[in-house]
């Protein structure tokens, strides 16, 4: 399951950075639907402004601070993992898109001034992995399914926004969002994976509370 969970988005990712560098039909199609979602307003931008690193990381920021404080109350030793590779992750998200914007070189919007550079969506990418990434790490610390679910529910809602509000205010083409999300989905997937083995081993290292020392 978790090759599949990669593979799919990875291969999306692939074909539609494929069909932006070689001005394909699919980039074409892209165009028209922006011309037909394109209407800048206020609460677009507002909604794509959630996407900024300065509203987005700071999220992320409390979430694995909570996170660490509440794992090194518990007694776990590698406590500050889950929050630290979580940081480390949205570090690694401008390493990966701009060298992707350079390569694709993709023209803005007509909405937008004349520049390149707009492929994949960097305010997207910051969102799903700040906001991701900060579910991730509360949804263990939530013991209410309903809670979990709204939490989950939450964070959908906010990068969805975001994608929408770039979209209509012409920040982005729709591809662009998109391959975002398809490249968040790889790693978002890749560091579910670690806390889940961590969470394990954690869990088989900790002493039952049950038996002491012999």
């Not at 639907?33 to 509203?55: F, K, T, W, Y």
């Not at 399914?145 to 509000?165: H, I, K, M, Q």
């Not at 490249?183 to 890749?190: F, I, K, R, S, Y």
């Not at 994976?193 to 049950?210: D, E, K």
């Amino acid at each position: 399951m978790f090759p599949l969970l990669l593979a799919l988005p990875a291969v999306l990712f692939a074909l539609i950075t494929w069909q932006v560098v070689a001005d394909g039909p699919l980039v074409r199609l892209d165009e028209r639907l922006s011309s037909a979602l394109v209407q800048p307003d206020r609460i677009s931008e507002l909604l794509a402004d959630l996407g900024n690193a300065q509203a987005a990381v700071p999220v992320l920021l409390v979430a694995a601070g909570y996170t660490a404080w509440r794992t090194r109350q518990a007694g776990a030793e590698r406590w500050w993992l889950p929050g630290t590779a979580a940081v480390a992750l949205m570090a690694l998200v401008p390493a990966l898109v701009v060298p992707l914007k350079e390569l694709t070189d993709r023209p803005g919007t007509p909405v937008v001034p004349p520049a390149t550079g707009y492929y994949p969506s960097g305010h997207t990418a910051t969102a799903a992995i700040a906001y991701g990434c900060a579910a991730l790490l509360l949804l263990p610390r939530l013991r209410s399914p309903a809670a979990r679910r709204a939490l989950v529910a939450g964070c959908v809602a906010v990068v969805l926004g975001v994608s929408c509000g770039l979209v209509r205010r012409g920040y982005h083409w729709p591809l662009d969002v998109v391959a975002s999300w398809c490249l968040c989905a790889v790693l978002l997937t890749c560091y579910a994976r670690m806390l889940s083995r961590s969470s394990r081993r954690t869990s088989a290292g900790t002493p039952s509370s049950r038996t002491g020392p012999s």
